[in-house]
């Protein structure tokens, strides 16, 4: 365990665990959009810098990024720290003024109207890569991910085609996603996916019993391929199973 310092208050935490995580667990607010517990730190939005004291140096280091260590100082709620907020939360802003979660974080760091010019097309994702992320590392099928560089970055599925071979529409991009750029919805016997530049659809398994639909027939096929299972033990749904 070390011994480090958060806005003048001594915390404990095991030695490697990230700022901004330990900073949660201690209930102190730290705005951040791109962390999730499940997947790998990225530091992709920059809105959880925070100011540091380490062994006399002084910098703003991103908390989702920077490991917690004995006699650390941090403060997350500075001048210098907010005015850097500011400035991502007015970037942000402009890439996706449509975007209710942006707003809302943009007024609550004191920023109304973008200084920049209003970007369009980006509908509402702000390139935080959690859905790839969340795809390749929990799912494991790395059915979407990040093309192309600078203003051109957007998200696409493989060879930016329109359909992804890799997907099974399982929704967990959705699940993951904090502005809701990704939407699912559940018709009948299909589900579809939106992503920001294109959608998929997938036919839904029905249970045997209930006669639900329940899950999409690609994601049992691939969950019974990984587990070793025989098909067949997905046609009741888990609520018939009980």
Not at 104 to 124: H, I, M, S, W, Y
Not at 159 to 169: R, V
Not at 190 to 212: A, D, G, S, T, Y
Request: a neutral charge; one cysteine or more.
């Amino acid at each position: 365990m070390v011994t480090l310092t958060i806005d003048g208050r001594e915390v404990q935490a095991k030695k490697g665990i990230m700022i901004l995580d330990v900073a949660r667990d201690n209930n102190i607010y730290i705005p951040a959009l791109c962390s999730h517990e499940g997947v790998t730190p990225y530091g992709a939005c920059r809105l959880c810098l925070v100011e540091i004291v380490n062994k006399g140096r002084e910098r703003l280091v991103a908390s989702c990024l920077y490991p917690v260590e004995d006699g650390l100082m941090v403060k997350t709620n500075t001048g210098r720290v907010n005015e850097v907020r500011r400035m991502v939360a007015e970037l942000l802003l402009a890439r996706c003024p449509d975007s209710e979660v942006i707003q809302g974080l943009a007024k609550q760091l004191g920023v109304d109207k973008p200084t920049f010019r209003l970007e369009e097309g980006n509908r509402k994702c702000i390139l935080c890569a959690l859905c790839a992320r969340v795809c390749q590392e929990v799912v494991g099928v790395s059915a979407i991910g990040l093309v192309n560089r600078g203003v051109d970055r957007r998200l696409a599925t493989p060879f930016n085609k329109d359909y992804s071979e890799a997907c099974i529409g399982c929704g967990s991009c959705v699940y993951v996603c904090p502005t809701h750029a990704i939407s699912m919805e559940d018709t009948d016997d299909r589900r579809l996916i939106n992503w920001p530049h294109n959608q998929m659809e997938f036919k839904l398994k029905k249970c045997k019993i209930c006669r639900n639909y329940w899950a999409p027939e690609k994601q049992i096929e691939y969950i019974a391929k990984i587990s070793g299972t025989p098909p067949e033990e997905y046609d009741v749904c888990p609520n018939c199973r009980e």
